[in-house]
């Protein structure tokens, strides 16, 4: 491929083939054209997509497993001085590219910057993503920039990638974390956007919710960090007595204990944040499903070391 000023490269499993066009369409229509787009596929995943494109575009496959190592052999099939990520299931705004490129020349000391994201289809899944986890510009200090929405200058690169014992989750918070450490410089910026077609149901919600903990569980142990605290504890506990009060439903003492004891514990595991009801109650669930995911792949990660 020819040089170019930016380099896309979108990390997709081949499996999400309406997404990856929608995404490619979007990046059709970029009011920025002096850039190329690198497609990262799994090893073992045939090609999804026709490359017969008006766009600059090549497919290639990882060295290995994990989305780290295709960040990292994306960046190495990349020619751009700007390297931007975003998802299969992401559209940018026409926009987008542009911004990034001029917010790029505005600052010269910038090394990295991140963007927000939309959810168009509202349900209580997408509600709860919205009220809890999008950005502000201060939020890069503490290693935050969304996966599917940054960029960087290519120098970032000479010196550091993403750390490829990261399978999935944390992968891009661990990375800009250590550049933060390092000195290098970046933000976010609210108007850099792009359309996200995030998980819209419950199973897929969980699903997605449940893989996080792989990256958190992978630098709680490279790090030498504890994994489990008084909240997990606590979230163990909550669930133990669920499971315990579906159980003996039919007793009355807890047809009036057991709804008295959620509320409670959704009071005060909520502490000061903003939602309503449903959204308190997804908090809970996102929780407890945190906790047992964290030891699943702790659990998981040991019997590893001890077959092996």
Not at 4 to 24: E, F, H, N, W, Y
Not at 93 to 115: A, H, M, Q, V
Not at 267 to 274: A, D, I, Y
């Amino acid at each position: 491929m020819t040089n170019c000023m930016v380099s896309v490269v979108i990390v997709t499993k081949g499996q999400r083939l309406v997404d990856l066009q929608g995404c490619i369409e979007a990046l059709s229509n970029q009011t920025f054209t002096d850039f190329e787009v690198v497609i990262v596929l799994p090893k073992n995943v045939e090609n999804p997509i026709s490359l017969s494109h008006k766009l600059n575009l090549q497919i290639v496959k990882q060295s290995g497993e994990g989305i780290s190592n295709a960040r990292n052999y994306g960046i190495k099939e990349s020619s751009g001085e700007i390297i931007v990520f975003t998802d299969d299931d992401a559209e940018p705004f026409p926009d987008w590219l542009k911004k990034i490129t001029e917010r790029f020349r505005e600052n010269p000391s910038l090394d990295y910057l991140g963007g927000e994201f939309t959810l168009d289809e509202k349900t209580i899944w997408q509600d709860w993503i919205n009220n809890r986890y999008h950005l502000s510009e201060t939020d890069i200090n503490t290693g935050l920039c969304h996966g599917n929405n940054m960029a960087y200058r290519k120098r970032v690169f000479e010196d550091n990638l993403f750390d490829e014992g990261i399978i999935f989750g944390a992968d891009e918070s661990d990375f800009q974390t250590r550049l933060h450490k390092q000195g290098f410089k970046g933000t976010t910026f609210q108007d850099i956007l792009i359309k996200h077609n995030h998980r819209t149901s419950f199973l897929q919600f969980t699903k997605m919710r449940w893989t996080y903990a792989q990256g958190t569980v992978f630098l709680h142990e490279r790090d030498d960090k504890e994994l489990f605290h008084w909240t997990d504890l606590m979230n163990i506990g909550f669930f133990i007595s669920l499971f315990y009060a579906l159980i003996l439903s039919y007793t009355i003492p807890f047809l009036f204990v057991f709804p008295i004891f959620l509320f409670s514990f959704i009071f005060l595991h909520e502490r000061k944040r903003k939602g309503g009801l449903v959204l308190h109650v997804i908090d809970v669930y996102v929780s407890i499903l945190w906790t047992l995911s964290k030891m699943y792949y702790s659990f998981k990660t040991k019997w590893k070391r001890w077959l092996s």
